[in-house]
């Protein structure tokens, strides 16, 4: 049975409540959750205005009076909570549901004759247990607690993700269900438990109607659950494929990969996956191993495949050889990687698409003009992106100069990379290009016929957003017809390239190499060529761009 998809309505105000459950329906939703605390203040006399708005409500109804204790504003007494559950039991157009919290079953008698007169033909009983402060220390004796409870018909059980682990926990409750259960892990680590309800067995998944009307941290809108992640396609045959990185909420990924699966009717859904950075200074290690073979080898999870990005693309590297899983030849060489993937027959291999990104767009802007070798190229920075474009121009011939604002890491640069060209690749030391770093003072008399800036300069809310990495205009010595690329994606157009433009040189801007990174991660996972188009164009619908 696919997971229901339920959106929660804070009632503040009756008439308001009315049409955001109207606005429910229309988005798709099945079920509506009535949020009656925030306006039911335990008075009797508002227990017929909720009688209405039950049956006055488009789609069926759980009515929740969540607790100040578990999350929610009810503060009143028991009493009141039970002369709700008895008037709500009464009737033909009840709830189809009532949210009774574990707590409040345990401590009041009032309460459990009011649950348990509810009868079978009554509104079910939804028995719920909400933490928000983290995973309960006695979760297991909770939840085994309220599978003793007989008169609960659904068993719900949220609590806020403390890290990506803790959805395995999710995992493993919905994986020894007794009847329907809910079970979510709130916050920005527990988004995962929410999308995949369907592949998890879950009975429902929360969903808001807008950015602003989340009832619990990490909720995603509706919007983003059906249109962005399939949640409607999603079931337990589903592959899972995730971006890990810290932070990751701001990815693009998600957005191009979801996407690309629909266009080609691969049976797949992408996640957000942040992984903590360690301490400052440290990438994290930990983190990573204690999370990725994990999610790798949960049967119900199961991991397919992952874009890993910054601290982590050199964690992939180490964490694979500790794991034995094979390490691609440009993974190898450049020292870190940026794509997992998970055979059908669970083989493991790990490779970098970002230096054949570099390489193939390029191919692309020069067309006619032919192929890398011989090709001088000034490359700015000396970081993860400039490695990995170094070594993929000089595998196809290039000349690559690294300037870099600390030349002692251009040059450690060059120097690893010396010793790895040609050598996990294979290919012949005749046809390979070479490598040498130059400090930044001397770029404005470089010789190139490409410049490449893989710094964050130019980039939005970077150190110099209004910057230009390299000085086009004192750079007498640029080849005819030289094309400036920048792998800066936010904003398309950065200063640099705005500047090649008015000086009528080729450009080849930071979503071109963005896209053909992860085109080359969807065809390793699903073998299929990746719908390229459809990639850029959302890309650049997301980074504001037209046409
Ligand atoms: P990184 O490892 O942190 O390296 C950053 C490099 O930029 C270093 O060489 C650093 O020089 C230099 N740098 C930083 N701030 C500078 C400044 N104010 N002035 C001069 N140099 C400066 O980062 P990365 O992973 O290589 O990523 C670099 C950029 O590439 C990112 O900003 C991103 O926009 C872009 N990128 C694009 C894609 C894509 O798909 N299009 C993918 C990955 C990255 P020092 O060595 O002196 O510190």
Not at 87 to 98: K, N, V
Not at 243 to 249: A, H, K, L, R, T
Not at 321 to 333: I, K, L, P, R, T
């Amino acid at each position: 049975m696919p997971a229901m998809l339920c959106v929660p309505v804070m009632v503040r105000d009756p008439a308001s409540a009315v049409e955001d459950a109207l606005s429910a329906r229309d988005a798709g939703a099945d079920v509506v959750e009535l949020r009656i605390d925030p306006w039911y203040t335990g008075d009797s006399g508002q227990i017929e205005g909720v009688r209405r708005l039950v049956a006055g409500s488009p789609l069926p109804v759980i009515v929740t009076c969540r607790s100040a204790a578990e999350g929610g504003a009810f503060d009143g007494p028991d009493e009141a909570l039970a002369e709700l559950y008895e008037a709500l039991g009464q009737g033909e157009d009840g709830p189809r549901y009532i949210d009774v919290e574990h707590a409040a079953l345990v401590r009041s008698e009032v309460v459990r004759r009011a649950v348990e007169g509810l009868g079978e033909g009554g509104p079910g009983v939804v028995l719920s247990m909400h933490d928000t402060r983290g995973r309960p220390a006695d979760l297991s004796r909770r939840v085994l607690a309220m599978r003793g409870e007989a008169s609960a018909r659904v068993l719900k059980v949220a609590f806020l993700a403390r890290s990506p682990r803790d959805t395995l926990e999710v995992a493993e409750l919905l994986g020894e269900r007794d009847r329907p259960t809910i079970a979510l892990a709130m916050g920005e680590f527990g988004l995962p438990s929410r999308v995949l309800a369907s592949k998890l067995g879950g009975f429902l998944t929360f969903a808001s109607l807008r950015d602003t009307s989340a009832t619990a941290p990490g909720q995603p809108t509706v919007s983003e659950l059906v249109d962005g992640y399939r949640f409607r396609s999603i079931g337990p045959g589903t592959l899972v494929y995730a971006v890990i990185g810290w932070p990751v909420g701001h990815s693009m990924s998600p957005a191009v990969h979801n996407a690309g699966f629909e266009a080609v009717g691969h049976d797949g859904v992408y996640l957000p996956l942040p992984v903590p950075a360690g301490e400052e200074g440290q990438a994290g290690y930990e983190s990573l191993k204690a999370t990725l073979p994990a999610w790798i080898e949960h049967p119900a999870l199961g991991l397919r495949g992952a874009s890993v990005t910054i601290p982590h693309k050199e964690n992939l590297v180490r964490l694979a050889g500790e794991m034995g899983w094979v390490v691609e030849s440009d993974a190898e060489a450049i020292g870190a990687a940026n794509t997992l993937v998970v055979e059908a027959d669970g083989q493991i291999r790990i490779c970098n698409t970002d230096a054949e990104a570099v390489v193939a767009v390029l191919r692309d802007r020069l067309g006619e003009r032919g192929g890398l070798e011989k090709l001088r190229v000034a490359l700015i920075g000396a970081g993860g992106m400039a490695r990995a474009a170094a070594w993929g121009l000089a595998e196809a011939g290039a000349t690559v100069v690294v300037y870099n604002r600390t030349q002692e890491r251009a040059e450690s640069l060059a120097e690893a990379l010396k010793g790895a060209l040609g050598r996990a690749s294979g290919n012949a030391k005749e046809n390979m290009g070479k490598v040498v770093a130059m400090g930044l003072d001397a770029l404005p008399k470089a010789c190139a016929d490409v410049v490449i800036n893989t710094t964050p300069i130019g980039m939005a809310g970077g150190p110099a957003p209004e910057g230009t990495a390299a000085p086009l205009a004192s750079m007498a010595n640029l080849g005819a017809g030289a094309v400036v690329m920048d792998t800066v994606y936010n904003p398309v157009r950065t200063p640099l390239l705005a500047e090649a433009e008015a000086r009528g040189l080729a450009t080849v801007d930071g979503v071109q190499v963005f896209v053909r990174q992860a085109a080359a991660q969807f065809e390793a996972w699903t073998g299929r060529p990746a719908p390229v188009g459809l990639f850029d164009r959302v890309v650049r619908e997301r980074l504001g761009v037209r046409g």
